[in-house]
């Protein structure tokens, strides 16, 4: 009876106090960690604040043209503010990833692992983004030029169709960088820009057959006139 009584009892405790003194130092170390990282991540992002304002970030992202989309997301204030916490998040990563392997479990530390592989993709996927911001700005604009000298009524429409085709393409290939839903967005990008290509060639064939048939026809006689003067000279 005594035995029982040790094994449906005593025991289970005495493995939780065993379990408890190795599981509580690490708790402790890790909160410690995590607060005086804390600490010193709203201290940077203060720093970093100020630095900024100093340096005028703020009359240099006006600009860019950015200013005014990160005002209107309501989220940050100046985009001094969004340089600070961008920078107080990095450091608050980086307290994270410390803390963890800090900890030094095999969980911990293949979560650490883990990150510092995937460190990598998080960068060609920034760089992916960032390109496509530049390139998406510079067709847009091409396209709203073109559009403008060819006197096309729907110049802004076009420009801004164009932006965002670019910038879904970039956010498509960041995703996949990233390896997160790679397949399914690829094959949702495919039949979204194939729907699109089909349904401006259907509307320009059937609305604007005329001019098209016209364009074509100054096209074919222009060619032909400049055989003509060729074979003249």
Known sequence: MRSLFDRMLLEPFNRLADQSTHVVPILIMVLVTLIIGGFLAYCVRWLTYRLLQFARFDHLVQR?????????TGVFRS??????????????LFVVLFAL????????????R?????????????????L?????????????????????????????????LVMTLAIVIALEQLHIGSLPLLVAFAIVFAGIVFALAIAFGLGARDMARQWLEAKVRSSVAEEEVFRHL
């Open 101 to 112: 392997s800090a900890a030094d479990t095999p969980a911990s530390v293949e979560l650490v």
């Open 114 to 130: 883990r990150f510092v592989d995937y460190i990598p993709n998080l960068i060609a996927a920034g760089l992916v983004l960032l």
């Open 79 to 92: 985009p001094a503010d969004l340089g600070a916490r961008f920078v107080q998040a990095l450091m608050w």
């Open 64 to 72: 860019t043209g950015f200013a005014g989309m990160i005002e209107r």
């Open 132 to 164: 496509g911001v530049v390139v998406s700005r510079m067709i847009s604009r091409s396209a709203l030029l073109a559009a403008v000298n060819a006197q096309w009524p729907a110049a802004r429409l076009i420009a801004g169709g164009v932006r965002v």
